[in-house]
């Protein structure tokens, strides 16, 4: 603390805010917290009592506490809210100041935000951070991009309160603009994606095998010791013991099965469609979300149009194949949102650096995975990789794993269970290896109807044909 002044300040002290705070006061730093709402302030001072921290109820003497030029962190709501508290800061901030939006705010919001900050000279970059509550807590993994001087002056807070993987922190730089922003959007995107297929995996257990929540509890155990160790394979394993206390069934069963969602997969669904960059297998995930809302709907659909069941016979090999259906879909889910950050580099002139992002994903951040040290190190051997899919070590393992994935998908499509992300990223995957796709016919069909031109292969040039 320079001059009895705090080092940084956090404004919304709620499940992130109050835990990065606590896990910032454990590093060691001076910090400080506002929120509008009075209960926030006493839940940190309470928690952070062997820090002896201390929130502000009023924001002027919240800004004045801080020293020069001050550093505040917003974690407030992503969109209107952000404006609003920017709108509060800036008669009460001087030139030099920064302001770190570590919400998940969409991309062209922090742009458009950066500019009009810097038209006042107060610095403003946009952050990602992921991991929830626990990462806040004790490690989580951080996407900050925007003005480099900024981030140079909260760097040492943000490394030490960050998870480490091998001793590496997993914060880095990660380019100029909303990059930040972008790269938690599209981090967002893959943890659709995966939770989607460990939506699916279940249906295939539940529905499939006839397994219970402790059956599948055991294998989820069993596969995490393995290559599909996983923050999110851990987590989902652990939902199958909770048991809830009203009724004392399973809690996941007494769960509504129509799921909610904020809006970062739907953002990086709509830039893909924008920069024609496709990620089938996230945009399916996002889908799956947005059909499950139509319960009445899919309740008389299911009595209308009934599907008989075809028997699974060798259940050792079937769960074996799930395991591998499983694991290249998570491999496709990362395969498609990094091919996206490559593209939204060249567009958006980002500057990303693929190894430094999956290294800094390695560890904190939801899609933390034991793959994730193999993507990183396809990435460290080639930095301009241009798909995942064209590792040699990727390769590899993609030849063991897609026979099992495809019994996998025919098996579940052949009793009308549901998987549109397994289904879409061996749909991907097949495209991908495709040398003569179908879509010579497409053009044909647009030039017949609508003299749209076509390429020809033996021959450069545009041409037109009479079709008649
Ligand atoms: N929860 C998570 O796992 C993760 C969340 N994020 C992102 O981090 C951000 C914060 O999320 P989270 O901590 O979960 O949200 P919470 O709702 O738990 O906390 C936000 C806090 O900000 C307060 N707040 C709202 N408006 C103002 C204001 N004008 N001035 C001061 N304080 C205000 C809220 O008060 P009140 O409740 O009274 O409105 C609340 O206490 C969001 O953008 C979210 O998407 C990112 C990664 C993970
Ligand atoms: O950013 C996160 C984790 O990385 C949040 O948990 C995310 O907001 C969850 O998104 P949604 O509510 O849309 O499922």
């Not at 599907?307 to 050792?316: L, M």
Request: aromatic share 8%; proline share 4%; net charge negative.
């Amino acid at each position: 603390m320079m001059n009895n002044k705090y080092t940084l300040g956090m404004i919304g002290l709620g499940t992130m805010g109050r835990n990065l705070l606590l896990n910032m006061a454990d590093n060691g730093f001076q910090v400080t917290g506002y929120d509008k709402d009075p209960k926030m302030l006493k839940k940190l001072e309470e928690d952070g009592k062997a820090h002896n921290l201390k929130g502000f109820e009023s924001l002027e003497e919240f800004i004045q506490s801080l020293e020069l030029p001050r550093r505040i962190m917003l974690l407030v709501p992503a969109g209107k809210i952000v404006d609003s508290v920017i709108a509060e800061l800036i008669p009460l901030l001087g030139k030099g100041d920064m302001i770190i939006d570590s919400g998940n705010s969409h991309f062209t919001d922090t742009s458009r935000r950066a500019i009009e900050l810097s038209e006042k000279g107060i610095h403003f970059f946009g952050m990602g951070i992921s991991g929830g509550e626990e990462g806040a807590r004790f490690g989580p993994s951080m996407m900050p991009g925007g003005d480099k001087a900024a981030y140079n002056a909260v760097k040492p807070i943000l490394e030490a309160v960050s998870a480490k993987v091998n001793g590496d922190p997993c914060v880095a730089y990660i380019g100029p603009g909303a990059s930040g922003h972008f790269v938690k959007m599209v981090h967002n995107g893959i943890e659709y994606s995966m939770m989607q297929v460990l939506a699916e995996t279940y249906d295939i257990l539940k529905n499939g095998l006839g397994y219970n929540n402790d059956q599948i509890y055991s294998l989820f155990e069993k596969w995490n010791n393995g290559r599909l160790k996983s923050f999110l394979l851990e987590v989902t394993r652990d939902i199958f013991k909770v048991k809830d206390e009203k009724t004392g069934n399973f809690l996941l069963d007494m769960i509504k099965d129509q799921a909610k969602s904020k809006g970062t997969g739907k953002w990086t669904s709509q830039v893909s469609m924008d920069l024609q960059l496709p990620i089938p297998t996230i945009n399916e995930s996002v889908s799956a979300r947005d059909l499950s809302k139509f319960k009445s709907l899919r309740v008389a659909l299911s009595k209308a149009l009934p599907h008989q069941s075809v028997a699974i016979k060798d259940t050792a090999e079937f769960e074996a194949h799930l395991e591998q259906a499983l694991y290249f879909a998570m491999i496709t889910s990362y395969a498609q949102g990094l091919h996206l950050l490559e593209q939204a580099s060249v567009e958006f002139k980002y500057e990303l650096n693929l190894k430094e992002i999956s290294q800094i994903w390695r560890g904190g951040c939801i899609i933390r995975a034991e793959l994730l040290e193999d993507i990183y190190q396809a990435y460290k051997k080639q930095p301009q990789l241009p798909h995942l899919y064209t590792d040699e070590s990727i390769q590899h393992q993609l030849k063991e794993i897609i026979p099992g994935t495809r019994n996998i998908v025919i098996t579940a499509i052949a009793n009308g269970i549901a998987i549109p992300c397994y289904a879409s990223a061996l749909a991907y995957y097949d495209a991908l290896r495709t040398d003569k796709s179908p879509l010579n016919l497409t053009q044909a069909q647009r030039d017949f109807f609508g003299a749209h031109t076509f390429e020809r292969i033996d021959e450069e040039g545009i041409f037109h044909a009479d079709w008649n």
